[in-house]
Structure formats: structure tokens, C-alpha cells
């Protein structure tokens, strides 16, 4: 069990200011408006995971808590009905936001089989420097399992988002992903593995409706020869995107060849080359692309590479 407590504020006086035009403003006196401003935040979360019946089932959760304010300039609004202790640690402001999220990771290993589930929330006003690129208002509900029969596997997993859960917005995107992978990998010869992943991306209020389906397949083979380890492996992909419009509909195909060795001395070399095919309503591109890369070892731990990539 882990507790995480983060607090981090910026000195105003630290950042020069900065202002820009306030876009369409036909106002002579030409308002403006500010970009960056100092912020503050305030996070509490709990981490946990528990693990049952010999590692067979574990589950993991997480809870995090956030105030997030834009500006630590603006005025402070004591919250009601909270104790004045509560006041004294936030010091919340007009321009302050507090939301939640929250994770519950359960999976169940018995036999071979995995079987695993995953929901997790972050809500509309849940904001952090901390990960800056996290996505908000988002919802979304995993689960997926694995089985393995000797040289036979199998693995599958469904994918459910959405966003807009306070009905704020005036629409819901919604996204919806499969996956279906089989893979069979034999002693001594070839491996083979074969996936297919379809998703659907909705909004009802735009009535748009964007579907990918991408077909995969690859082999390889590794064997020893003159004291030197060889692996030779391909990759083909069939991938079929259409929307609505019928604007950027298009089907890419791709085909790509890898081979490498590895000698007695640290020393590692590859070479790849492959070809992809995309056809659009209006024009076929296509791309050639050439690998080539050595990767070296000195001193045990001291690692060098280099590499060339040529793409036409």
C-alpha cells in the first residue's frame, strides 16, 4: 500500500508576463489576455494491491484526488460546510478545480489461463502538472484474457471509452476496440502469429462514425550457424480505415523483411527493408523504407550503436 502526497506551487514572481490578443476582438483599446499564469496543486492519492491463493489472484487500485489551481493570484473562496483546517491546506481560489480518479485492476491466473478486467475514471475537472498529457472526462471499462495449450496461445481483449460524463458537452465520443491475436511457436522451427484489430469511434450529436480494421501476420526463425546466432523475421499488415465521408477512406497494405546476427564478440548487426502500399480515393502512395544498424559492447557496460534509415 503506498499514500501520495504532492503539493507544488509556482512563484509569481518568477514568470515574466506574458500576453496575447484576444482572437476577433475589434475593440481599438485591443483587450488582451494572459497565457501563462502561476498554478498550484494540491494532490492526495492510495495506491494498493493485494495478491491471493499464491499470486492466483491480484488485484490493484488506485485513488487520487486533485485541486488544481490556474492562477494562485486570484482570490481565495473558503469552501463550506468543511472544517477550517481544510481552508488552511488548500487555500482554494476562484480559479481552483477539484475532481477525483480512480483505477480497479483485478486478474485471475489459473491453469494457464489469464483472465484479467480493468475500470478506470478520470474525472471532468481532474488536472495535474504532474502528468500533463493525462486525459480527462474519460471513462473506460478493459478486459481480456490469454491461454496457452504447449506450442498453441491464444489471446483476446475488448475495449470500451467514452468521454462528456456529466453531459457538460454538447457530444459523447465514444471508442470501441477488439482484439483477437493466436500465435504457435514450435521448438526448432518457424513461429507463426496471427491478429486482427478492429476498433469504432462514434459521436452521434456530429454523426460521425470512424472504423479501422488491421490484419496481421508474422513469422521468424532463429538458428546457429558457423558459431553465429541468425534470426531471419517478416511482418505483413492489412489495415482498412473508412468514415462517414468518405474523405480519407483508405486501405494500406505493408510488407517487411528483418535480419540479424549476433557473433561470438559483443557485436550485433541488422538489416531490414520493407514496402508499404496506401490507396486513397484519389492517389496510391508508396514507401520504400532500408535498415541497417550494428550495436557494440565495450568495457561490459558500455554500449554503442549505430544506425542508418533510408526511406523513399
Same mark, same amino acid.
Given at each position: 500500500?503506498?499514500?501520495?502526497?504532492?503539493?507544488?506551487?509556482?512563484?509569481?514572481?518568477?514568470? /515574466?508576463?506574458?500576453?496575447?490578443?484576444?482572437?476577433?476582438?475589434?475593440?481599438?483599446?485591443?483587450?488582451?489576455?494572459?497565457?501563462? +499564469?502561476?498554478?498550484?496543486?494540491?494532490?492526495?492519492?492510495?495506491?494498493?494491491?493485494?495478491?491471493?491463493?499464491?499470486?492466483?489472484?491480484?488485484?490493484?487500485?488506485?485513488?487520487?484526488?486533485?485541486?488544481?489551481?490556474?492562477?494562485?493570484?486570484?482570490?481565495?473562496?473558503?469552501?463550506?460546510?468543511?472544517?477550517?483546517?481544510?481552508?488552511? @491546506?488548500?487555500?482554494?481560489?476562484?480559479?481552483?478545480?477539484?475532481?477525483?480518479?480512480?483505477?480497479?485492476? /483485478?486478474?485471475?491466473?489459473?491453469?494457464? !489461463?489469464?483472465?484479467? =478486467?480493468?475500470?478506470?475514471?478520470?474525472? /471532468?475537472?481532474?488536472?495535474?502538472?504532474?502528468?500533463?498529457?493525462?486525459?480527462?472526462?474519460?471513462?473506460?471499462?478493459?478486459?481480456?484474457?490469454?491461454?496457452?495449450?504447449?506450442?498453441?496461445?491464444?489471446?483476446?481483449?475488448?475495449?470500451?471509452?467514452?468521454?462528456?460524463?456529466?453531459?457538460?458537452?454538447?457530444?459523447? !465520443?465514444?471508442?470501441?476496440?477488439?482484439?483477437?491475436?493466436?500465435?504457435? !511457436?514450435?521448438?526448432?522451427?518457424?513461429?507463426?502469429?496471427?491478429?486482427?484489430?478492429?476498433?469504432?469511434?462514434?459521436?452521434?450529436?456530429?454523426?460521425?462514425?470512424? +472504423?479501422?480494421? +488491421?490484419?496481421?501476420?508474422?513469422? =521468424?526463425?532463429?538458428?546457429?550457424?558457423?558459431?553465429?546466432?541468425?534470426?531471419?523475421?517478416?511482418?505483413?499488415?492489412?489495415?482498412?480505415?473508412?468514415?462517414?465521408?468518405?474523405?480519407?477512406?483508405? !486501405?494500406?497494405?505493408?510488407?517487411?523483411?528483418?535480419?540479424?546476427?549476433?557473433?561470438? @564478440?559483443?557485436?550485433?548487426?541488422?538489416?531490414?527493408?520493407?514496402?508499404?502500399?496506401?490507396?486513397?480515393?484519389?492517389?496510391?502512395?508508396?514507401?520504400?523504407?532500408?535498415?541497417?544498424?550494428?550495436?557494440?559492447?565495450?568495457?561490459?557496460?558500455?554500449?554503442?550503436?549505430?544506425?542508418?534509415? @533510408?526511406?523513399?
Amino acid at each position: 500500500i503506498h499514500f501520495t502526497i504532492l503539493k507544488a506551487k509556482d512563484n509569481p514572481n518568477s514568470i /515574466p508576463p506574458y500576453t496575447l490578443p484576444v482572437p476577433r476582438d475589434t475593440n481599438s483599446l485591443m483587450d488582451t489576455v494572459e497565457v501563462i +499564469t502561476p498554478e498550484e496543486n494540491f494532490l492526495v492519492g492510495i495506491e494498493l494491491k493485494i495478491s491471493l491463493f499464491k499470486d492466483k489472484f491480484n488485484l490493484e487500485s488506485e485513488v487520487v484526488g486533485s485541486q488544481f489551481t490556474r492562477d494562485v493570484r486570484s482570490s481565495e473562496i473558503p469552501l463550506k460546510n468543511f472544517p477550517d483546517f481544510v481552508n488552511k @491546506i488548500l487555500h482554494p481560489r476562484m480559479s481552483s478545480s477539484y475532481d477525483y480518479a480512480y483505477s480497479i485492476k /483485478p486478474s485471475l491466473n489459473i491453469s494457464g !489461463t489469464n483472465i484479467y =478486467g480493468s475500470v478506470k475514471m478520470i474525472g /471532468p475537472g481532474f488536472s495535474t502538472p504532474g502528468n500533463p498529457y493525462l486525459r480527462n472526462d474519460n471513462m473506460v471499462y478493459e478486459f481480456g484474457g490469454s491461454r496457452s495449450f504447449g506450442i498453441f496461445s491464444f489471446s483476446t481483449s475488448f475495449l470500451r471509452e467514452h468521454n462528456n460524463l456529466l453531459n457538460f458537452k454538447n457530444s459523447t !465520443t465514444s471508442l470501441t476496440s477488439y482484439n483477437i491475436s493466436i500465435s504457435l !511457436t514450435p521448438r526448432k522451427l518457424p513461429y507463426f502469429q496471427i491478429s486482427y484489430n478492429p476498433y469504432i469511434q462514434k459521436n452521434k450529436n456530429l454523426n460521425t462514425e470512424n +472504423t479501422s480494421r +488491421t490484419f496481421s501476420l508474422s513469422s =521468424g526463425f532463429s538458428f546457429s550457424y558457423l558459431g553465429v546466432e541468425h534470426s531471419l523475421s517478416i511482418f505483413s499488415s492489412y489495415q482498412n480505415y473508412k468514415e462517414k465521408s468518405n474523405i480519407n477512406n483508405y !486501405t494500406s497494405k505493408s510488407l517487411s523483411l528483418m535480419y540479424s546476427t549476433r557473433f561470438k @564478440i559483443p557485436l550485433s548487426t541488422s538489416i531490414g527493408a520493407g514496402i508499404t502500399k496506401t490507396i486513397y480515393k484519389e492517389e496510391t502512395l508508396n514507401l520504400l523504407s532500408l535498415d541497417l544498424s550494428a550495436y557494440y559492447t565495450i568495457f561490459k557496460n558500455w554500449s554503442n550503436t549505430l544506425g542508418f534509415n @533510408i526511406l523513399e
